[in-house]
């Protein structure tokens, strides 16, 4: 009973992933500070949750070697990405990579396709570039970058950890059916993303 209850919460959890308003980490203003503003800038923006919490889902979906592979490639390539965006190298459509993100990770998830470790690894590592170009743009001009840069990276593997921790329920076969569930789940929340970005 409990472990169904955890299920039900955390759908309801996803679920309201969905209905939230796309890029609210995207203001295009800033934040000031370091660690604190980069910590807070990826759980600001449910675009970035709910493909963050994908990379984690579908890494714990695909097993070893994929659940600890996915959320290192993430933050990795991420990173690279910022230093593209705080370099003003101009990379176009951010705002729809980043919902495509949510849109293709949560479809991969809830179609259960098991890609081979280097298709996953190159096709998060895409997606990770959008995410970390948009932080490297909207880098307060006051922050410390390295602060700015630990924050975002700790509260990203945060947000892969809970998708890696949902996502072990696929031992299960009712739980199998909650974490496909709730990739269908991001994936549509992707899909309203995609509609305000453009």
């Given amino acids: 009973m409990g472990s169904r209850a955890t299920v039900f919460s955390s759908i309801f959890v ?5 209905l939230a308003a796309p890029a ?5 203003h800033g934040y000031g500070g370091g660690f ?21 889902l579908w890494g714990a979906f695909l097993g070893s070697p994929s659940i600890w592979i996915l959320p290192i490639v993430f933050p990795l390539v991420m990173a ?3 230093v593209l965006g705080i370099l003003g190298v101009p990379i176009p459509a951010i705002e729809t990579g980043i919902a495509l993100s ?3 990770l949560g479809l991969m998830i809830a179609l259960a396709v098991r890609a081979p470790i280097w298709v996953s690894a190159v096709l998060v590592g ?13 880098l307060p001009v006051s922050a410390n970058v390295f602060a700015y840069a630990i924050g975002f990276v700790l509260a990203t593997g945060m947000l892969h ?23 269908g789940i991001i994936s549509l929340a992707g899909v ?7």
Avoid: K, N, Q
Wanted: positive net charge; proline residues 2%; aromatic residues 12%.
């Fill in 14 to 18: 996803l679920f309201s992933v969905a």
């Fill in 24 to 28: 609210l980490a995207h203001t295009g």
């Fill in 36 to 56: 604190i503003s980069g910590f807070a800038h990826p759980i600001l923006g449910w675009d970035h949750v709910a493909a963050m919490v994908a990379v984690g």
């Fill in 80 to 82: 690279f990405g910022a």
């Fill in 102 to 104: 949510a849109v293709v």
């Fill in 126 to 138: 895409l997606f990770a570039i959008f995410h970390g170009y948009a932080h490297g743009t909207e």
């Fill in 161 to 183: 950890m809970i998708g890696i921790a949902f996502g072990l329920l696929v031992r299960w076969p009712a739980g199998r059916i909650a974490v496909r569930g709730a990739g």
């Fill in 192 to 198: 309203a993303f995609l509609v305000g970005a453009v």
